[in-house]
């Protein structure tokens, strides 16, 4: 059963960064799309990026272009979301999503890891 | 790339059928066989409903079902039960190979 763990709760200042992690299990971690999609308080899903590690390839939202920071490390499949210069509207709870590399859906996501940016 | 357009709330009693509604463009749910539904409780991670449109995922029951027509799609629940109570969100992959989520529906089963 296909399954992704994300890191704990993080609390960080304004103009920091933060570094999540989602490992993997279930099925071949290389042959996934891992994408990360958030979701500020109360607000709707907001896409930001994805990263495909078979083809070594990412790809972000415009919005977060600049900012965003998405790799994988195969040997832990695992994938991390970096995001830099964090401003207060950056609060909100991160997840994590897989679907085969060419699926065009979220199939299965972790559980979400709240950021919260305060001063 | 703007939000898809969803209702805000939707409502029905036991039993009823409901139909959620996702506006796009022709960039996204115009050009593409690629919307996805997803379910949210309160607190919990979204999980995938309808992908492709119309296709469930196994375990899915068959109450929920997916259609598109030019650039609106549709999620249309059927039998409600009280367990459907939650938030709605649909998504489609865009022509600048990115992908863009409705505002959400907050679904209430009276």
């Known amino acids: 059963q296909a399954q992704l763990v994300q890191s704990g709760a993080e609390v960080k200042k304004p103009g920091s960064s933060v570094k999540v992690s989602c490992k993997a299990s279930?099925?071949?971690?290389?042959?996934?799309?891992i994408r990360w999609v958030r979701q500020a308080p109360g607000q709707g899903l907001e896409w930001m990026g994805e990263?495909?590690?078979?083809?070594?390839?990412?790809n972000s939202a415009q919005k977060f272009q600049g900012r965003v920071t998405i790799t994988a490390d195969e040997s832990t499949s695992t994938a991390y979301m970096e995001l830099s210069s964090l401003r207060p509207e950056d609060t909100a709870v991160y997840y994590c999503?897989?679907?085969?590399?060419?699926?065009?859906?979220?199939?299965?996501w972790g559980q979400g890891t709240l950021v919260t940016v305060s001063s | 790339q703007s939000a898809l357009t969803q209702p805000a709330s939707v409502s029905g009693s036991p039993g009823q059928s409901i139909t959620i509604s996702c506006t796009g463009t022709?960039?996204?749910?115009?050009?593409?066989?690629?919307v996805s539904w997803y379910q949210q409780h309160p607190g919990r991670a979204p999980k995938l409903m309808i992908y492709?449109?119309?296709k469930r995922p196994s375990g899915i029951s068959n109450r929920f079902s997916g259609s598109k027509s030019g650039n609106t799609a549709s999620l249309t629940i059927s039998g409600l039960q009280a367990e459907d109570e939650a938030d709605y969100y649909c998504?489609?992959?865009?022509?600048?190979?990115?992908?863009?989520f409705g505002g959400g529906a907050k679904l209430t089963v009276l």
């Open positions: 279930g099925g071949t971690f290389s042959s996934y799309g």
């Open positions: 998504s489609s992959y865009t022509r600048t190979s990115t992908w863009v």
């Open positions: 022709s960039d996204d749910i115009g050009d593409y066989n690629y």
């Open positions: 492709d449109v119309s």
């Open positions: 990263i495909i590690p078979i083809f070594a390839t990412t």
């Open positions: 999503a897989r679907g085969n590399w060419g699926a065009k859906y979220f199939e299965f």
